[in-house]
Nanobody
Framework: QEPLVESGGGLVQAGGSLRLSCAAS???????VGWFRQAPGKEREFVAA????????FAAGSVKGRFTISRDNTNTTAYLQMSSLKPEDTAVYYC????????????????WGQGTQVTVSS
């Protein structure tokens, strides 16, 4: 599987916004592209996912209404627009692709990005 290339992390104050990008090859996409995050000492958790075939989206309850996942089919890039960020959103964010079922389960994904750090200060 070809790696995914993430960008867009950084340091932001609480209430601020960031946009993460995930560039993938068309062979890697399969059906679902997802974003997951992992904070120190915690398990990797689902954030959001999008179906590359019909654009349907899924989001964790903790980010619903604040984060938006989208896709650009032309350049096979997925985006995670994060708004109203909170200190508890601080984590390494990972992009994943290649799932054909169960977009909320990280075990269903075949390809992963290297991760990008998002830090939200209070």
């Amino acid at each position: 599987q070809e790696p995914l290339v993430e960008s867009g992390g950084g340091l932001v104050q609480a209430g601020g916004s960031l946009r993460l990008s995930c560039a993938a090859s068309r062979r890697t996409l399969s059906i679902y592209v997802g974003w997951f995050r992992q904070a120190p000492g915690k398990e990797r958790e689902f954030v959001a996912a999008i179906s590359w075939t019909d654009g349907s989206t899924f989001a964790a309850g903790s980010v619903k209404g604040r984060f938006t996942i989208s896709r650009d089919n032309t350049n096979t890039t997925a985006y995670l627009q994060m708004s109203s960020l909170k200190p508890e959103d601080t984590a390494v964010y990972y992009c994943a692709a290649g799932a054909v079922v169960g977009p909320r389960n990280y075990r269903n994904y075949a390809s992963w990005g290297q991760g990008t750090q998002v830090t939200v200060s209070s």
